[in-house]
C-alpha cells in the first residue's frame, strides 16, 4: 500500500511541474511579444533626436580642417562638384588656413578663450554643429583627439579676446540650443 501511495505522491508532483513549467512558458511568450512593443528600431534612426555631447579636456594638436569634412550619405555628382570648387579654392583656403593659425599662434601667448561645443564619435552630427555655429557667424573647428583609444572630433569655437566676449557667444549659442562650456587654452 505504501508503494501505491509513492506512485499518487509523484504523479501530483509531476502535475504541478507540468503546470510550472507550462506557466513559465506562457510568461516568456507574453514577455517576446510585449518586447515588440517596448523595443525601439533602431534601423531608421531619427535625426531630429538630441546629440549626445561629452566633455573632456584633452591637449592634441591634430586639427582638421573644416572644409575636409564630408558628410558620408553625399551622392556621387554631388562629392564631384565639391571636388572641383575644392581643387578652384584650395590655395585660398589653405591662405586663410594658415592666416588663422598665425593669428591663433599669437592669442595662444595670451591664453585666450573658446567655447568647447562638444566631443563626437559621429562626424555627420559634429559637421552639422559645425554649420550651425558657423551660421550664427562664429569660427569654429574640428580636432581630432584620442579617447580610449577611438578617434573622437572634438568640436570648439574660435578663440576669444576676453571672458565677456566667450559668454556673449556662449549666450547667442545658448538661444541656438546648441551645448557649449567657456575653457582657456
Known sequence: MANNND?????VMIRQAK????GAVIILIVL???????LQDRTNINFKN???ISFLEINNDNMIDSYNIKPQNLSQTQTQTQTQTQTQTQEKKRAKILKAKESQKLIREEKPYFI???IFSDEINASRLLSAIKSLGYGARLETIKISGKDKLK???MVFKSRKEAQTALSILKKANLPGIIKRK
Request: charged share 15%; hydrophobic share 50%.
Open 50 to 52: 538630441p546629440i549626445k
Open 116 to 118: 568647447q561645443v562638444g
Open 19 to 22: 503546470r510550472r513549467l507550462f
Open 32 to 38: 517576446f511579444v510585449l518586447s515588440i512593443f517596448f
Open 7 to 11: 506512485t499518487f505522491q509523484e504523479s
Open 155 to 157: 568640436l570648439t569655437t
